[in-house]
C-alpha cells in the first residue's frame, strides 16, 4: 500500500517507491526542504505465514521488447542477482514524469541501475561520489559549477552532455513534477561549454543544502528523446505521463529486459560508459525483481538462496543465519542496520498540559527505548541517544556531544515521577496526575491501523505513561484520518518520522520539519512539517542560518545550539532508528557483498542505490 499525501507548493521530491517492512511501507508527508522524505517503513500487510513463496520466473523477452509470460526464456541463476522487497505490484510504466515507475525506474532505492544521477550519495560518511558529475564546487555565494565525465554516454550511443542536465532541471520548472520544488531555491540552470554547468542560487531564497541534493536525486533524462515525448504529447503533462516508456534510453549500466506482473529483468549494457569510471562492467549480467505477494513469500524465497539481495523488514533475522546459511547484515551485531530515520511522537503545543515542556520530558524520561527496539523492531534500533542526528559518522559530527549529554535524557520512572511532582502535579484517587487545574489525560496518541511496529510502539508509551501518572490512549485510524489529523494538527500526540534519509541536506531536513516555524499553516489548516506548531524565533534563526553557512566550526556551534533548544523544549520525541533500507543478503550464489569493516567503504545501500552501487562491481560467484 502506497500513501501520498496533499501535495503543497514545495511537494517533496521522490516519492520513496511502495516497499514493505512487515508488508508494506508507506511514505511520509512531503517535506519542505525538498529533500527525500523517508519511508515511514510503519505499515504491516497482513501475510499468511503458511504460504509458499511465489517461484522465481526466470524468463525474458524477445529483441528486448516488452513481454509476457508467454515468450519467455531462463536467464543462468549464477548471472543473474535477484532482489526483492521494492516493487510489491505489476509495473505499469517506466517513466520518470508519470509519479509512480517501476522498478529499476522508481524513486526510491534504485537510483542508479537505468536512469543515473550526477554525483552518488554515500551513506556512510554522507560524501557526494563522481558519476555523470566529476566535480562540483562553489564558485561564489550563489553558483554551483559542475563539470560532467565526458565519457558518459546515453544507451542509444550519444554523448551525455550539458544540455541534457538544463534540460532535465527545466523539466522541474515546465511541469509539476518531483523535482519542481528546487525552483525555489534556484534562479537557473545553464550550460558552461558541453561538460559543464552552473547552478545560480534564488537570491530571495538560497539554499545550498537542498541544492546538493538535488545533484545526487535528480534523474537525468535525454534530451533528444523527450523533448520528442514533449511534442507528440503537445506538451501536456497528462498525456506524457501516459508514455510506458518500455526501453528506456538513459546512461546507466542495464536496460529494461523483461517483464510481467510476476518479475521485470533488467540486462547489462556492455557498452556502458562507466567501464571508463569503475574500471570494468558490474558483475551480474541481470538483475531481478520477482514481485511477491507478501513478505512471507518473500522471506521464504530470500532463506532459500532464491533472492541474494532483501530490501524488507524481516523479523529476528538471526534465525535466519542460526544454521550456517551464508545470510548476513551489514553490521554483524546489533542492530543488523545502519540507522537513517527516526520515527517520532510529536505534541500538539495547543493542548493544555501537553504545553509544558517539563510535562513533555517526564513522558520522554518514561518512555521504555528497548523494549521499543526489541517488540516492534526485532532489536532494529540501537540504545536511544536523544539529538536532531543520528549517532551515525555522517551526522554526529555536526554537534559537540559533550554539550548536549546533560540534557539528553534516558528511561527513568523514577526521576520521571520526581519531575512531576517538583511542578506540582499531583496525583488524584485515580492515579493520574494533575497539573494547574488540567488532569494530564486521557491524551491520544495516534498512528494509522495495521502499521503493526509502529501500533506495538505507541502502547509502549501508553504503558509508560501510566507509570508517572499520565493517561495516554492509543488511537489507530485509517492511513487518510491519520494524514488528515497529522496535518490539520487535529491530535493531541501523533506519530510520524521527520525528514530523513540520506541526503547532504541532513540533519538539517530534519531539524526544519521538528521545529521551523515560518510559513507554517495555522491549527485546522494543511501543514507539511512542525505538525504541533511549535515556535522558537531562536531555533527559526538558526534553521535559517545553516544552509549559507561554509564554516564547519560554525555549523557544529549552530546543530549543537539548535540540538539544545530541541532537548530542552522537547517538541519530539524520537522513539526508535529505522535503517533507510534493509540490506540482507544470501551469499549462497554471489558472495563479496559490502559489511561493516571490510575497508571498501561501501555502503549499505542494496547495491543499487547511491555509492551502493559499487557493490556490483565486488561482487562474485
Not at 524477445?62 to 510489491?88: C, F, H, M, V
Not at 520512572?413 to 488540567?438: C, F, H, M, P
Request: with cysteine; hydrophobic share 35%; net charge negative.
Amino acid at each position: 500500500m502506497k500513501l501520498k499525501l496533499a501535495s503543497k507548493p514545495l511537494m517533496a521530491l521522490f516519492v520513496a517507491a511502495t516497499v514493505m517492512i512487515a508488508g508494506c511501507q508507506t511514505v511520509q508527508p512531503p517535506s519542505a526542504t525538498g529533500t527525500t522524505t523517508p519511508p515511514a517503513q510503519g505499515e504491516t500487510k497482513p501475510a499468511d505465514q503458511g504460504e509458499k513463496a511465489t517461484e522465481p520466473a526466470t524468463t525474458e523477452p524477445a529483441a528486448n521488447q516488452p513481454a509476457t509470460s508467454g515468450d519467455a526464456k531462463e536467464t543462468p541463476r549464477n548471472e543473474t542477482l535477484y532482489i526483492n522487497g521494492i516493487q510489491w505490484g505489476p509495473p505499469s510504466n517506466f517513466n520518470l514524469l508519470s509519479g509512480n515507475p517501476a522498478f529499476p525506474i522508481n524513486y526510491g532505492n534504485s537510483r542508479e541501475l537505468v536512469y543515473e544521477t550526477l554525483f552518488m550519495i554515500n551513506q556512510l560518511d554522507g560524501k557526494l561520489e563522481p558519476l555523470l558529475g566529476t566535480k562540483y564546487e562553489w564558485t561564489d555565494d550563489m553558483t554551483l559549477h559542475i563539470e560532467l565525465n565526458k565519457d558518459a554516454k546515453w544507451s542509444d550511443g550519444k554523448p551525455f552532455t550539458s544540455d541534457d542536465v538544463v534540460y532535465t532541471y527545466q523539466l522541474g520548472k515546465k511541469y509539476d513534477i518531483n523535482w519542481s520544488n528546487y525552483w525555489a531555491y534556484i534562479a537557473d540552470v545553464t550550460a558552461d561549454g558541453p561538460n559543464a554547468v552552473k547552478i545560480m542560487l534564488n537570491k530571495d531564497n538560497p539554499n545550498r543544502l537542498t541544492v546538493l541534493d538535488s545533484i545526487e536525486l535528480i534523474p537525468m533524462m535525454p534530451k533528444h528523446i523527450w523533448e520528442e515525448i514533449e511534442k507528440k504529447s503537445n506538451n501536456d503533462l497528462a498525456t506524457i505521463r501516459k508514455e510506458v516508456n518500455a526501453n528506456p534510453v538513459a546512461t546507466g549500466p542495464y536496460k529494461i529486459y523483461f517483464y510481467n506482473d510476476q518479475k521485470i529483468t533488467i540486462v547489462r549494457d556492455d557498452n556502458y560508459w562507466g567501464k571508463s569510471l569503475f574500471g570494468k562492467l558490474p558483475a551480474p549480467k541481470y538483475i531481478t525483481h520477482v514481485i511477491y505477494k507478501d513478505n512471507a513469500a518473500g522471506d521464504l524465497a530470500f532463506k532459500s538462496g532464491q533472492v541474494d539481495v532483501s530490501q524488507q523488514f524481516i523479523p529476528q533475522v538471526w534465525n535466519m543465519w542460526k544454521n550456517g546459511a551464508p545470510i548476513k547484515t551489514y553490521l554483524k551485531d546489533a542492530p543488523y542496520y545502519v540507522p537513517g530515520s527516526m520515527p517520532s511522537i510529536f505534541f500538539n503545543f495547543s493542548k493544555k498540559g501537553l504545553d509544558n515542556p517539563d510535562v513533555r520530558r517526564a513522558i520522554a524520561m518514561s518512555i521504555d527505548y528497548k523494549k521499543i527496539s526489541d517488540l516492534a523492531m526485532s532489536g532494529y534500533s540501537a540504545a536511544m541517544q536523544p539529538s536532531l542526528t543520528l549517532n551515525t559518522d555522517a551526522e554526529s559530527k555536526y554537534v559537540d556531544q559533550a554539550a548536549i549529554k546533560s540534557l539528553q535524557w534516558t528511561t527513568d520512572v523514577k526521576a520521571a515521577n520526581e519531575l512531576l511532582d517538583s511542578i506540582g502535579a499531583k496525583k488524584g484517587k485515580d492515579g493520574i496526575r494533575v497539573l494547574n487545574g488540567t488532569r494530564l489525560g486521557p491524551f491520544e496518541v495516534e498512528c494509522p491501523y495495521g502499521w503493526s511496529d509502529w501500533n506495538a510502539a505507541l502502547e509502549i508509551v501508553a504503558q509508560s505513561a501510566k507509570a508517572i501518572g499520565i493517561e495516554i490512549r492509543t488511537k489507530f485510524p485509517e492511513a487518510p484520518v491519520w494524514t488528515n489529523d497529522l496535518q490539520t494538527g487535529k491530535f493531541d500526540i501523533i506519530m510520524n518520522t521527520p525528514a530523513g534519509g540520506v541526503n547532504p541536506s541532513q540533519p538539517w531536513s530534519r531539524a526544519h520539519d521538528i521545529m521551523y516555524s515560518k510559513e507554517v499553516a495555522p491549527l485546522g489548516e494543511m501543514a507539511f512539517w512542525n505538525w504541533g506548531r511549535y515556535k522558537n524565533d531562536k531555533a527559526d534563526q538558526i534553521i535559517d542560518k545553516i544552509p549559507s553557512s561554509t564554516d564547519q566550526a560554525e555549523l557544529k556551534t549552530l546543530y549543537t545550539d539548535l540540538t539544545k533548544i530541541w532537548l530542552t523544549d522537547i517538541p519530539s520525541i524520537p522513539l526508535m532508528y529505522r535503517p533507510w533500507v534493509f540490506h540482507t543478503v544470501n551469499e549462497s550464489v554471489w558472495k563479496g557483498f559490502p559489511v561493516d569493516g571490510d575497508g571498501s567503504n561501501i555502503p549499505p545501500q542494496i547495491a543499487m542505490d547511491g555509492a551502493g552501487i559499487r557493490a556490483l562491481y565486488q561482487i562474485h560467484n
